[in-house]
């Protein structure tokens, strides 16, 4: 279970250009649950997943994972329990590196990183079955770089790195966003069925109201730094894109655009 | 012949600080000024070893170690204090120079008449007769290919693959629940280590500490280091630390050539011009021009 509670952030605080974000924020997202996040530009999803992942940090409140408070914790100890896929493909990897040592780096995570041997052969075919299961054919290129493959193979990678540990929380930010639509599709459907597999609680902020309705468990509309629709269950199930469209053009329109 | 041989041993010689700077530059993307000052490090701990009469083989892990350490303190400066890349060596550097004033006491240590890794009862014996000329050239040599495979050898294991990638995507390292600020700490030590293991193996061909020995050492490294990465970029057969030896051979080469048709006072801008047109042949600089400057 991860929550924010009392959420205040500010941006520039103390100066001309103090922008205050949140003011009271709460958010509880419970084990299991597949929330998927829209909203306008600037209305604060990002910074939400950064507060959640310890990249920012808040004036005040409080971050708690299963009843822990995490909110003094750095980024990387969070990080033990949770992947995180970006909307930049190379956020994800390692362009230089082979796909056979950014699969074996992944796979280590939790471990010390000591002086064993970094690539262990034995898992090659495990990986080459996972890379398989893609249908992108890298599984022939274990010894090609990242760098050189394309950005939808880099995130289908990215995603499959960042979950081949065992992990509680996935945090999705956008990760489709930089995709063309078929590739989209592809990496959707692959985030859906590790998400079932691994019952991971996951949050997945996009800007694709298809996706935001056709997966997950809950949907969450944000505006201006607050959540203004907050929909789960059989009604999350009944809703359609014109739904949520609507509510969006109604937020859209007291912003004045 | 004599020029040959010792152009082989000078270049081996700085080929090991070039595998330390190869680890900065290239791996770690980190411009570490450092080297200007860990090089004379290992060199003034080992003088002072070799003057006091300790076994010269020691001097080897001792200079190993001290690079080290200092490489962690530039780290601890710019991971903890948040200073820039460039400043925390440049602020190690200046710091260096008093630290190896005052081990060595002086700014020039002979060690002419003492025993060192090359002369001793026991090389003399091995290399007896006709041998003796290339006593040197052997031990550096053979120090420097352990150097080379040890170095190999890290890159291959967990902790390696985490050194590569905190260069490569740094994000990934904290993704990967791991503090990228130690995982630079480590890179800085080991790559300052190789580089006072150089200086102290230069101070006892040299037989000489001498205190200006680190000035521009590091961009006899970088040179040595682009040469050998551009030039065997698509060559399979030689891996980039063996490439990394053999830029900085050439890049003594070069020197050496130079010096023949100009005076030793003109050594500086021969090392500048080279430099300059290393860096335009090897086009690598506008990468990191634009991300470091």
């Known amino acids: 279970m991860l929550e924010l509670k009392n959420i205040r952030k500010y941006y520039n605080p103390g100066t001309l250009n103090e922008m205050c974000l949140f003011e009271d924020f709460n958010l509880t997202a419970d084990k299991g649950d597949f929330i998927s996040v829209v909203g306008s530009n600037g209305s604060g999803k990002t910074s939400m997943l950064n507060i959640l992942c310890g990249s920012i940090s808040v004036e005040k ?12 914790m750095k980024e990387y100890k969070r990080n033990r329990r949770i992947g995180r896929v970006y909307q930049n493909p190379a956020m994800g990897t390692c362009p230089s590196m082979t796909i056979l040592e950014n699969m074996s780096l992944a796979d280590n995570k939790g471990g010390t990183y000591g002086l064993g041997k970094g690539v262990n052969k034995a898992r090659k075919a495990h990986y080459q079955k996972l890379l398989g299961s893609l249908n992108l054919g890298l599984e022939n290129k274990m010894d090609v770089k990242v760098g050189s493959l394309s950005g939808g193979q880099r995130q289908a990678m990215a995603l499959l790195m960042s979950t081949l540990t065992p ?12 995709l063309d639509p078929k590739t989209a599709e592809l990496i959707m459907e692959l985030t859906d069925r590790i998400v079932k597999e691994k019952n991971l609680t996951t949050i997945m902020v996009t800007h694709n109201l298809r996706y935001a309705v056709e997966y997950g468990s809950r949907l969450l509309m944000m505006h201006q730094g607050q959540i203004v629709l907050d929909i789960a269950g059989e009604e999350k199930q009944k809703m359609k894109v014109d739904d949520i469209l609507g509510k969006f053009n109604e937020i859209s329109i007291e912003c004045g655009n | 012949m004599a ?8 270049g081996l010689i700085y080929g090991i600080l070039a595998l330390g700077v190869y680890i900065t530059y290239k791996i770690l993307d980190f411009p570490d000024l450092t080297v200007d000052g860990s090089f004379p490090l290992g060199a003034a701990i080992t003088a002072t070893m070799i003057a006091n009469g300790v076994n010269p083989y020691l001097t080897i892990p001792a200079s190993f170690l001290a690079g080290a350490a200092a490489g962690v303190c530039t780290g601890l400066i710019h991971v903890k204090c948040k200073v820039r890349d460039l400043l925390s060596g440049i602020i190690m550097m200046t710091a260096l120079w008093t630290i190896n004033l005052r081990l060595a006491g002086t700014a ?12 001793n009862s026991w090389m003399n014996k091995v290399f007896g007769g006709g041998l003796a000329s290339y006593k040197v050239l052997v031990v550096v040599l053979v120090i420097a290919v352990i150097s080379k495979v040890l170095l190999d050898l890290y890159l291959k294991t967990k902790s390696g693959l985490l050194l590569r990638a905190v260069g490569d995507n740094a994000n990934l390292v904290t993704s990967l629940a791991k503090d990228q600020g130690n995982v630079k700490i480590l890179g800085l030590s080991i790559a300052n280590g ?12 040299q037989r000489v500490f001498e205190i200006s020995s680190g000035t521009g050492a590091i961009v006899i490294g970088l040179a040595s280091v682009i040469i050998g990465t551009s030039l065997f970029k698509n060559v399979r057969l030689v891996n980039t630390t063996t490439a990394v030896l053999i830029g900085s051979v050439i890049y003594k080469a070069c020197v050496a050539a130079a010096l023949k048709f100009f005076e030793p006072q003109d050594m500086k801008l021969i090392t500048a011009v080279l430099f300059l ?9 506008k990468k990191k021009v634009k991300k470091n400057a």
């Open chain 1, 167 to 178: 992990i509680d929380y996935l945090i999705l930010d956008e990760h489709t966003a930089a």
């Open chain 2, 194 to 205: 190789l580089v006072a293991l150089a200086g102290s193996i230069f101070c006892q061909e």
């Open chain 2, 108 to 119: 020039n240590v002979p060690i002419f008449g003492d025993e060192s890794i090359f002369d």
């Open chain 2, 3 to 10: 020029i040959f041989v010792t152009t082989l041993e000078q």
């Open chain 1, 61 to 72: 409140g409080q971050i708690l994972m299963d009843g822990e408070d995490i909110s003094g």
């Open chain 2, 277 to 285: 047109i290393i860096l335009i042949i090897g086009m690598d600089r």
